[in-house]
DNA sequence: ATCCTTATTGATAATAATTATCAATAATAT
DNA sequence: ATATTATTGATAATTATTATCAATAAGGAT
């Protein structure tokens, strides 16, 4: 016995599933507590970091400091918008283009790739 | 007058030139602090937040939590041992081989790529 | 060169984010 | 059902970063 399946777990798990917006830690907890309000925030701080370790969560890091959350692993890309903050999925980057351009001697187990800029909405003048 | 020019600043650019680890907040202020006591940490991050305002700096974000620091801005991917947590510098991938794959009505205005693995030394097995 | 204005500094307090602690609870092997 | 111990919940402790504010100094004006 060395990890077990617990209900607090599998809730921070499924409602991360259901968030498409890459939540950080603090957005995560929001939603989660509001429909558990008995399941504490540093719980979920221990959850998710389980996930990630186990490979069932990404855990997406940009300049802007804190870390968001990506329940979806299948390789893509994310663009920051740094005006809105928000974060969008890349799907049109493929991982092994970009390894056939790094030297295949290097022992490479995941390619995080963000781009930054300003997304179309922001672009197109829709103020804050 | 609106920004101006002072030893301090300067002092923190130059030291981060002449580091090329990408040190921590952390490590750059030792260093800093260690010719110049009565620069305090304070400044090391103002400083340094303006510097990578001014573009003059690169902020490098990883799964790893905090922040590393770069002060060679042309463009080049970093690669993150997951063992010694070291940060190579991967000069072979082209930021417009990576923009070719991607939408161009998409205003980017910066690529950051991060590979993540086991560097060779720690491969070959040479412990902590 | 001296004076003025105010950006910047240094020291430290405040805030925010994350991790550690520990008794109570609950998952699972027997 | 019982025993073992991983996990939880609540909170304290720690760490990282930002804010505060009087003192200093950059650099434009005189």
């Known amino acids: 016995m ?3 399946k617990t209900k607090q777990k599998e809730i921070v798990y499924q409602v ?6 890459h939540p950080t830690i603090k957005e995560l907890y929001d939603v989660i507590h509001n429909e558990n309000p008995e399941l504490g925030q540093a719980t979920v701080y221990r959850n998710v970091a389980k996930l990630v370790e186990e490979g069932k969560v990404l855990k997406i890091s940009t300049p802007e400091g804190i870390e968001h959350y990506d329940a979806n692993c299948k390789f893509h890309s994310h663009f920051l918008c740094s005006k ?3 974060i969008f999925d890349i799907y049109t980057i493929e991982s092994k283009d970009i390894m056939k351009m790094v030297d295949n001697s290097l022992h490479v187990s995941r ?4 781009l930054e800029g300003i997304c179309n909405q922001c672009q197109s003048g829709v103020e804050k």
């Open 2 to 4: 060395n990890t077990r």
């Open 16 to 21: 991360l599933c259901q968030m498409s917006n």
């Open 84 to 86: 809105c903050h928000r």
């Open 111 to 114: 390619v995080q790739v963000l």
